[in-house]
Every structure is written in C-alpha cells, then in structure tokens.
C-alpha cells in the first residue's frame, strides 16, 4: 500500500525534489553572501587606499607650506580664525582641494564637503598651543618641524569620528581626553574600514606622522595600547605631556 504522507521526494513540475530545490536555494544564497563580502571588502581596501593617498598629500602640503613660512606649520581654529586655519592655508599646495581633505570612507563626506569641513583631524598636542590661566604660552609649542624631536613616531593627523561635526571648526583632535577609549573614539575613527560597531574595535583606520609617513593600523591595537595607558597622539621625547 503507497503512503500518502508527505516525503521530501515529493517533485515539482520541473522535475526537482524538494530537497534539491532547498539545496541550490542554500548554495545561491552562501554564494551571494561571498560575492557580497567580497565586493564589501574590495571596496574597503580602495577607500583605505584613497584615503592613504589623501593623508599622504595632506602631509606634503604641511611641509611646503612650513617651508615657505619659516618652518611653522599652519595652525588650527582653535588658535586662529576660520579663514587662515590649516583646512584653507594648505589650498592652495593641494590640487583637488575638496576630494582630499575628505576621506572617501567618511559616511558624512558629502556634507563635509558642502560644509567646508574636513574628514582628518590634526592632534591637538601639536596644533593646540598650551597656554596658561593668562594666556601666556607655557612648556613645549610644538606646531614647528624643528621643535618635534621624533618626527618618524609622532602622530599628526587622524580620520576623524563620524560624532564630529562636519563644519570647518572641527579640525583638530581634543587628545588629552585619551585616557579612555571613549575619549579616542569620540575623536577619530579608528574603525573606519573593515570596522564597525558600538565598541569600534575591529577594522582598522590610516595615520599620518609628522614625517609624512602614512600607516595603516588596526582598531585592535590602538585599543589595546589606550587601554594599558599609552595616549598614541603623545609626542615621543617631549617632557610635559602625560
């Protein structure tokens, strides 16, 4: 007597069985989710790539213009007006003004354009001058290539956060606040590719030193050394700093 109960033998009209319809429905759906990640990740790595190239321009154009003024790099609008802060000062040494000064990977980057704002973020233990409670500068002014002892290992420009705003203002770092991870990422991005998530802590983010190197470092990492008490936006052999 044949059994009316229903098997997984039972065949469609194009011939197939329920159970070779569910298996190339799987294999369609894993080799979508390969193609997807893998698009994902080619599209990653030529934003990081672009981005590199932006930090690297962004690092030759401070060097010509400390050349042309006296070894002084040019400053941020926390020490001077809108119009003669870094973002405008180094236009005219860039040649696509717009593109580089804005990270392809930056979600705000269009707005940040519109805004005349930027997507890299100067470290504010260069750039912002100490001073003190009269405002008499005090300790080490370091917005010169001459006054950085280790120019190969100190930091001077960072992706920035998508928290920060996307005007021109919001051109440098606040890194004596690094003493959480918190603080760092409320600054920078150290997750802008490959990243992602509330803890920022995968993925990886590009640096510009003052030499004009450019490294790509992952979120990892930069974690782990916040975490153990290293602020990686201090500058190397200057007293003062903690």
Not at 159 to 188: A, E, F, Y
Request: with cysteine; glycine share 10%; aromatic share 8%.
């Amino acid at each position: 007597m044949r059994s009316t109960s229903p098997d997984s033998r039972v065949r469609f009209s194009g011939g197939f069985t329920l159970v070779e319809v569910m298996v190339v429905v799987t294999i369609m759906v894993v080799l979508g989710l390969l193609v997807t990640t893998g698009v994902r990740r080619a599209m990653d790595n030529a934003k990081a790539s672009a981005c590199m190239g932006n930090l690297r321009n962004i690092g030759l154009a401070m060097r010509q213009y400390a050349d042309d003024h006296q070894g002084k790099f040019p400053e941020t609008t926390h020490s001077t007006a809108l119009e003669y802060s870094w973002i405008f000062a180094l236009e005219e040494y860039l040649g696509e003004f717009e593109e580089t000064r804005t990270c392809p990977g930056d979600p705000k980057r269009r707005e940040r354009i519109e805004a005349k704002g930027t997507s890299y973020v100067l470290n504010s233990f260069l750039f912002v001058p100490q001073v003190d409670p009269f405002g008499e500068p005090m300790g080490a002014q370091l917005n010169r290539l001459s006054a950085i002892p280790q120019p190969e290992r100190t930091l001077m420009a960072f992706v920035c956060s998508d928290r920060v705003g996307v005007g021109p203002g919001n051109d440098h770092t606040h890194s004596d606040g690094w003493s959480s991870w918190s603080g760092v990422t409320r600054d920078i991005s150290p997750d802008r590719f490959g990243g992602g998530g509330k803890d920022h802590d995968s993925g990886k983010s590009n640096y510009l030193y003052v030499d004009g190197r450019v490294e790509s470092i992952s979120a990892k990492e930069v974690k782990r050394r916040i975490e153990r008490g290293d602020n990686i936006a201090i500058p190397p052999g200057v007293e003062g700093f903690r």
